[in-house]
T-cell receptor, first 113, second 117 residues
């Protein structure tokens, strides 16, 4: 079955430093979504990438989708304490069925003030 | 608009007991999902409904788990009998097209934290 892996599993940064998490799929994806889960909370949708090589930005967050549509990254510039949480990528399989996401294991970000 | 509602928020049971979780999706959302999230892992899809029909239940342990969405709105997930390894947060989500994002966005409920002792 489809597998989605994320690295690193944990990341501690000093406030103001940059942060990057990487996502790799065992199969080609039709699209990839990114979610953020605050401690004790539930996943919240951030963005979806569809096109090969696509890059999208949301303020300090930059999302990239690989040319082969099998990997993706999320980069946060100048982290803030509000960025604390676990970031998940979720790959959408290229089938004709309704959307089904396979989530990665997540990267837990800690921002030290 | 109101979000995805789930109850109960917490449940503690002994192994071999039964438990049921309830979910009410966002009004108008045809697709409903149940996920299992074990501590330190990403959500794992258990079952996906489109209206009241099952789209995918390939990862649902059918010998002990069951789910239904009889009227195409709210849904229940049941575990009978529970095992220690079922301890997890059970998340319900519903999805709809977000034209601003150009994507089917999943909206998650707060989850039910199940502890099996």
């Amino acid at each position: 079955g489809q597998q989605v892996m994320q690295i690193p599993q944990y990341q501690h940064v000093q406030e103001g430093e940059d942060f990057t998490t990487y996502c790799n799929s065992s199969t080609t994806l039709s699209n990839i979504q990114w979610y953020k889960q605050r401690p004790g909370g539930h996943p919240v949708f951030l963005i979806q990438l569809v096109k090969s090589g696509e890059v999208k930005k949301q303020k300090r967050l930059t999302f990239q989708f690989g040319e082969a549509k099998k990997n993706s990254s999320l980069h946060i510039t100048a982290t803030q304490t509000t960025d604390v949480g676990t970031y998940f990528c979720a790959g959408d399989r290229p089938s004709g069925s309704a959307r089904q996401l396979t989530f990665g294991s997540g990267t837990q970000l800690t921002v030290l003030p | 608009e109101a979000g995805v509602a789930q109850s109960p928020r917490y449940k503690i049971i002994e192994k071999r007991q039964s438990v049921a979780f309830w979910c009410n999706p966002i009004s108008g959302h045809a697709t409903l999902y149940w996920y299992q999230q074990i501590l330190g892992q990403g959500p794992k899809l258990l079952i996906q409904f489109q209206n009241n029909g099952v789209v995918d239940d390939s990862q649902l342990p059918k010998d002990r788990f069951s789910a239904e969405r009889l009227k195409g709105v709210d849904s229940t997930l049941k575990i009978q009998p529970a095992k220690l390894e079922d301890s997890a947060v059970y998340l319900c989500a519903s999805s709809a097209w977000n034209p601003g994002q150009g994507a089917y966005e999943q909206y998650f409920g707060p989850g039910t934290r199940l502890t099996v002792t």
